[in-house]
């Protein structure tokens, strides 16, 4: 699936650099709604779609909402965050996943997305949410909110409930086991 | 413009208008983050902000109900270029903070 060229989960390498399986249609979104950051100014080769693109400037693309409806769904528990969990490239995002890693949530229930990596997405989450900044966090498809949300959740402990009601929570032995592979 | 914190003013003047807050707090934490690497070439002294605001208005609405609300009354000063990098948010109803500061005067 293209989505895991810009996943990246807890405790595994930065990026999952699978090639997907071609198809046309996937290709097209990934290549346009989720390439690499480049200047805004200077697409690399202008197609059709991108022209188009620019014209609704905008406007969220079709392509580029639909790529972000099928990262928030890729696993129960997404973030949206500046750098990597591994490296985070911003306080915010790294307060953020270092809640989630507190919590306790099971690796393979979390996927981190990259907004650095790609413009489109970086702007295009913004508009997706209704929300300026970045981190961003989901869980069940469900916006939750950005680091304040997250860290006062987590202090109030309304955070702990909403996972644990949700079941993404590793179990105490896996939590260990993650644990090391973590590091 | 004199003023020389514009964006801060503007905060001010909105949220106080909008909201009519009870408390309303804004601190300017830029010089904390002025070296890191989104704010090269940035020149303006304004783009961190973090504000605790309290007000009736926020009454019935879930946190991110509200943060939208402040998102939205500072839409301009976060679009622009140069404008607000970053804008921490504490959000509280008066009697959540009223609560607030009851269980923070135990803890001492």
Redesign the interface.
């Known amino acids: 699936m293209f989505s895991r060229t810009i996943l990246s989960r807890v405790g595994m390498s930065t990026f999952l650099a699978t090639g997907p399986k071609t198809n046309p249609v996937l290709q097209a979104v990934r290549q346009t709604a989720f390439s690499s950051i480049r200047p805004a100014t200077a697409p690399i080769k202008p197609s059709p779609f991108l022209l188009s693109l620019a014209a609704q400037r905008r406007l969220l693309s079709d392509a580029v909402r639909q790529a972000i409806d099928k990262a928030v769904g890729s696993a129960p528990v997404v973030l949206f965050m500046k750098g990597t969990p591994e490296t985070p490239?911003c306080g915010?995002s790294r307060a953020s996943i270092q809640v989630l890693g507190l919590q306790g949530v099971d690796p393979e229930k979390f996927a981190a997305y990259n907004v650095l990596e790609d413009s489109e997405l970086r702007q295009g989450i913004k508009e997706y949410s209704?929300?300026?900044?970045i981190p961003q966090l989901y869980v069940d498809k469900e916006?939750?909110?950005?680091?304040?949300?997250i860290v006062?959740?987590h202090q109030n402990g309304e955070l702990a409930k909403l996972l644990e009601e949700k079941k993404v929570l590793a179990a105490e032995a896996e939590g260990q086991a993650e644990g090391e592979k973590k590091e | 413009m004199a003023s020389p914190t514009p964006v801060e003013d503007a905060i001010k003047q909105k949220i106080t208008a909008a909201l009519q807050p009870t408390t309303l707090e804004i601190y300017n934490d830029s010089h904390l983050h002025a070296h890191h690497k989104p704010m090269q070439g940035v020149t303006s002294t304004e783009t961190h902000f973090r504000l605790v605001i309290t007000s009736e208005a926020f009454q019935k609405k879930m946190q991110p109900a509200r943060h939208r609300l402040v998102y939205s009354l500072l839409k301009d000063e976060l679009a622009q270029e140069g404008g607000i990098h970053a804008l921490q948010l504490r959000t509280m109803t008066p009697e959540e903070e009223a609560k607030r500061r009851a269980q923070e005067a135990e803890a001492e």
């Open positions: 490239q915010f209704d929300w300026p900044t916006f939750i909110g950005g680091c304040d949300i006062s959740m």
